[in-house]
């Protein structure tokens, strides 16, 4: 069990929770003596007096959270920056990390709140920190992805969205195939091979959105 959740040296708590909670944390219902026995768990002494603190039952993750909270009891102390991401599967997991530290600093004792971090709203302030740990060339596709007026996207969709946008723009042969559905349907207009076009054509915009990321 200390080995599923035990953090690795240099992990990012952020990191290290979300392994926690993909491994089943949230699911080890433990009493505080239990909690204490696992042992170092954290790398972090502050966090570690934290988990064995409670003597009800609760889950693992309950156990986590609270105790990151209490070491760091101010979002912006618990530093999470991952560097560049390349590949889809590593913005999904920075944007995971983010909705972490969304559940964190959530309202731990509400049960209406859920604590998994798939359901996280993806707010306009979390996307733009995806789109600036991106590649250069991501960004525009990415920051045309969020539109205001709708309803703000779960963490999950916003995953399949990223998912999406890698199997379907970063390859030339997607690009070629969706420009080419565009421009069938619209042949008198310019060519829309991206998103930045969507203010001068935004029929053939929302056509193009629909091909990348389908609902």
């Known amino acids: 069990m200390r080995k599923d959740y035990s953090r690795q040296p240099g992990e990012r708590i952020a990191a290290w929770l979300l392994r926690c909670w993909d491994n089943g944390a949230d699911s080890q219902q433990l009493e505080g003596r239990e909690a204490q026995q696992l042992g170092s768990l954290a790398r972090n002494r502050g966090i570690e007096r934290g988990i064995g603190k409670e003597t009800a039952i609760c889950s693992l993750w309950r ?20 560097g560049k991401w390349t590949t889809a599967d590593e913005g999904i997991q920075y944007l ?27 707010t306009r302030a979390t996307w733009r920190k995806v789109i600036q740990s991106a590649p250069a060339s991501y960004s ?12 703000t996207p779960t963490v999950e969709k916003v995953s399949s969205w990223l998912q999406n946008f ?50």
Do not use: H
Not at 96 to 122: G, N, T
Not at 183 to 206: D, F, H, L, M, T
């Open 166 to 215: 890698e199997e379907n723009l970063c390859t030339s042969s997607s690009l070629r195939a969706s420009t080419l559905a565009i421009n069938q349907r619209y042949p008198k207009k310019s060519v829309i091979s991206c998103p930045g076009q969507r203010e001068r054509e935004p029929q053939a915009y929302a056509t193009w959105y629909t091909l990348v990321f389908p609902a």
């Open 96 to 122: 995971r990390e983010l909705a972490v530290l969304e559940v964190i600093y959530s309202d731990l004792d509400d049960e209406e709140v859920s604590k998994d971090p798939e359901d996280v709203l993806c």
């Open 140 to 151: 525009n596709s990415l920051a045309a992805m969020y539109f205001p007026d709708r309803d």
């Open 63 to 82: 156990r986590l959270l609270s105790s990151v909270r209490a070491r760091y009891p101010f979002k912006e102390d618990l530093v999470n920056s991952p």
